[in-house]
């Protein structure tokens, strides 16, 4: 993406959304690539089958997507600082978070998941599984060359759904922020 801004946080996101991106143009696993990868800065995508303004069916086009969750002052990486410091804060934990999403069932199916189906979204949730701990892979040799000696690890990477036609997985990584003084 190569978009260049001066906010650290911004530059770990693109990081993140480049190793994202990365792992389909490299057709890593049978996954089927995503028609959209958006970098978010709201809550994780809509769940809705339905986009309200366009009435497109964004689930079953797929989205991959990276955006900046939860900062919190971190002096001792990752435990969150319980009190403040001379120099407060000293450093920061940024979470930035990687997701795909992508539907359960055909869109217009009129009737329940069958059997079939549930194993197919057991086997494709597994490979977006996948997906995601090589985008982790990726971003910590990214971020070791953008920024030697930086902190991070991952916080968990969830199944989110299905609601409505919608499921996805998502990633947290925690990220140690530079020092403010």
Known sequence: MAIEL???????????????QE??????VDYP???????RANEAPI??????????????????WVRIGNTF????????DDHTRPCFPTSWALELEAGLLRCYVPAGQEHM?????HTDN?????????????TACCFGTALERAHPGRLWFVNSIVVNGP???CIDRTMSILVQSPKCC
């Open 122 to 134: 057991a086997i494709a949730d597994s490979l977006a599984l996948r997906i995601l701990q090589e």
């Open 113 to 117: 998941a069958t059997c079939a189906q």
């Open 6 to 20: 001066k906010n650290p946080g911004f530059r770990m996101a693109s990081l993140l959304f480049d190793c994202l």
């Open 23 to 28: 792992q389909f143009a490299e057709g890593i």
């Open 47 to 64: 769940t809705d089958d339905l986009d309200p303004i366009t009435g497109e069916d964004l689930c079953c086009t797929g989205l991959g």
């Open 73 to 80: 002052p971190s002096s001792s990486f990752p435990a969150p």
């Open 163 to 165: 609601r409505g036609n």
């Open 33 to 39: 690539t995503p028609g959209q990868f958006c970098l």
